[in-house]
T-cell receptor
Framework: NAGVMQNPRHLVRRRGQEARLRCSPM?????VYWYRQLPEEGLKFMVY????????ESGMPKERFSAEFPKEGPSILRIQQVVRGDSAAYFC?????????????FGQGTRLTVV | AQSVTQPDIHITVSEGASLELRCNYS??????LFWYVQSPGQGLQLLLK??????LVQGIKGFEAEFKRSQSSFNLRKPSVHWSDAAEYFC?????????????FGTGTRLLVSP
């Protein structure tokens, strides 16, 4: 059973371009979480999704950011019109259930650099 | 709101020496506490977690942590460090009855192991 797969591992975008980050959860996991790690900071929650539903997006910026987790395929975090401040590591995690009695498994992250 | 403080940004330990990484949290009720490790180029891996019961928790790779309510601390320890332990360590806190989208992470402690 492969772990949580994120791609690309590294992504460079010019200001104003779009960034698309992909996350394939572990097999059998239907709960996906996106976290962002800005330089010198801890991971911060962005969005929580189940298949075809956004459950909690309270940590996601209101503009330019969107996320989806379709019935088929990976979860996508999309950042439109990127700015330098979007440069960060973006981590995806997945779990069987959302509660702490199970375990969430994290991917290796996507390092986004905006130039 | 919960918060986590890891006061040490970097720690250098000689191989074979003991290790203690500090973590202090702020939360109004009994927290759920976690330690994750991130090796270079890897995702976050759960080392151990505390929910309730025995305040001394054993984890993987020979790590343990002790929950001290009076000090609001959850320090990570290992009696003898190996070179392969060099990594970044994150402490995280969650609220009871909520899920992984509510994890709050510290800024991390980078462990260097000297020969």
């Amino acid at each position: 059973n492969a772990g949580v797969m994120q791609n690309p591992r590294h992504l460079v975008r010019r200001r104003g371009q779009e960034a698309r980050l992909r996350c394939s959860p572990m097999k059998g996991h239907s709960h996906v979480y996106w976290y962002r790690q800005l330089p010198e900071e801890g991971l911060k929650f962005m969005v929580y999704l189940q298949k075809e539903n956004i459950i909690d997006e309270s940590g996601m910026p209101k503009e330019r950011f969107s996320a989806e987790f379709p019935k088929e395929g990976p979860s996508i975090l999309r950042i439109q019109q990127v700015v330098r401040g979007d440069s960060a590591a973006y981590f995806c995690a997945s779990s069987v259930t959302p509660i702490f009695t199970t375990e969430a498994f994290f991917g290796q992250g996507t390092r986004l650099t905006v130039v | 709101a919960q918060s986590v403080t890891q006061p040490d940004i970097h720690i250098t330990v000689s191989e074979g020496a003991s290790l203690e990484l500090r973590c202090n949290y702020s939360y109004g009720a009994t927290p759920y506490l976690f330690w994750y490790v991130q090796s270079p180029g890897q995702g976050l891996q759960l080392l151990l977690k505390y929910f309730s019961g025995d305040t001394l928790v054993q984890g993987i790779k020979g790590f343990e942590a002790e929950f001290k309510r009076s000090q609001s601390s959850f320090n990570l320890r290992k009696p003898s460090v190996h070179w392969s332990d060099a990594a970044e360590y994150f402490c995280a806190v969650g609220a009871r009855n909520t899920g992984f989208q509510k994890l709050v992470f510290g800024t991390g402690t980078r462990l260097l192991v000297s020969p």
